[in-house]
């Protein structure tokens, strides 16, 4: 059983759209995490999120990656203008705080360009 | 940054015996090293994991090992069953504040004949 659930399981979206991914915790923890996983590589940090802030981001989180967390609870990762590349699993992850502590990932959204 | 690389990129066991697969990285101010089993369609999954303080920890017959001086930690599966199957990622995170996020290794793909 996932520690977060992510909706939706699917999505596909035409180029040059934009798309909104979602992540629900099942507890209430502070720290949230995006990865990304291109079909057949490794699992990519995106960006960290504390407190309703960004606390760390990669290099792959450029200015069309945006997150926030609107009502308290569901965490977001929107992307403005997607484009083929962006195609990947999107996984939510949430932790606990200390750099020493584990991360649980979600199931996951797959993502599809057209 | 860090830099986790992992080895072999696909390993096949016969049910029973054991599997390791080892990973190295590149930064000496990593202090925590998870492990996790991902089977397909879902995310990953969190088996195990070891601090910088410890050398071995093991959990029924999963077992990681962590050289600091060398720079390099292992995952050790004993008694493999065909439930084993599935790919295996090792991670290193940064000390430092709780939003660090996990620098992955390239994954495991691990196959148990029957």
């Known amino acids: 059983e996932p520690e977060v659930t992510q909706t939706p399981s699917h999505q596909v979206t035409q180029m040059g759209q934009e798309v909104i991914l979602r992540c629900v915790p099942i507890?209430?923890?502070?720290?949230f995490y995006w990865y990304r996983q291109i079909l057949g590589q490794k699992v990519e940090f995106l960006v960290s999120?504390?407190?309703?802030?960004?606390?760390?981001k990669s290099e792959i989180f450029d200015d069309q990656f945006s997150v926030e967390r609107p009502d308290g609870s569901n965490f977001t990762l929107k992307i403005r203008s997607t484009k083929l590349e962006d195609s990947a699993m999107y996984f939510c992850?949430?932790?606990?705080?200390?750099?020493?502590?584990?991360?649980?990932f979600g199931d996951g959204t797959r993502l599809s360009i057209l | 940054g860090e830099n986790v690389e992992q080895h072999p990129s696909t390993l096949s066991v016969q049910e029973g015996d054991s599997a390791v697969i080892k990973c190295t990285y590149s930064?000496?101010?990593?202090?925590?090293f998870p492990w996790y089993k991902q089977e397909l369609g879902k995310g990953p999954q969190l088996i195990i994991d070891?601090?910088?303080?410890?050398g071995e920890k093991k959990d029924q017959r999963i077992a990681v090992t962590l050289n600091k001086t060398a720079k390099h930690f292992s995952l050790h599966i004993t008694e493999t069953q065909p439930e084993d199957s599935a790919v295996y990622f090792c991670?290193?995170?940064?000390?430092?504040?709780?939003?660090?996020?996990?620098?992955f290794g390239k994954g495991t793909h691990l196959i148990i004949q029957p």
């Open positions: 507890s209430n923890h502070l720290y």
């Open positions: 999120f504390y407190n309703n802030e960004i606390s760390e």
């Open positions: 991670a290193a995170r940064l000390t430092g504040g709780g939003a660090d996020g996990l620098t």
């Open positions: 930064d000496s101010a990593s202090n925590y």
């Open positions: 070891i601090r910088s303080n410890v």
């Open positions: 992850a949430r932790g606990v705080g200390a750099s020493n502590q584990p991360q649980h």
